[in-house]
């Protein structure tokens, strides 16, 4: 629709991005190893990793699974109900 529905900061401070295949959530990752993972009325911040810097998001076909890795190799996966 072109409506803007969420602002988070400058896109320069996000090293990782992700959006949904159904559009209906996005993530993005912090260098000081924070995720924001909004979807409808629902956000979510995750540390998977302490302070790892974020540096790969990727959301599953269905869009109800965040894979998350950081710079030192590390891989978390995350439900949406979770």
Same mark, same amino acid.
């Given at each position: &629709? %072109? ?6 900061? =400058? =896109? ?6 992700? @959006? #949904? *295949?159904? &559009? ?6 912090? *260098?000081? %190893? ?8 629902? +956000?979510?911040?995750?540390? *998977?990793? %302490?302070?790892? +810097? @974020?540096? $790969? ?9 965040? $894979?998350?890795? #950081? !710079?030192?190799?590390?891989? !978390?996966?995350?439900? !949406? %109900?979770?």
């Amino acid at each position: &629709s %072109g409506k803007e529905i969420e602002r988070v900061a =400058a =896109a320069g401070t996000y090293l990782a991005k992700a @959006i #949904a *295949p159904d &559009s209906k959530a996005f993530a993005v990752g912090e *260098p000081h %190893g924070k995720i924001t993972w909004i979807a409808g009325d629902r +956000r979510r911040e995750l540390r *998977p990793f %302490g302070d790892a +810097r @974020i540096t $790969a998001l990727a959301f599953s076909l269905d869009g109800r699974t965040l $894979a998350c890795g #950081a !710079a030192d190799g590390r891989v !978390a996966l995350w439900r !949406a %109900g979770d």
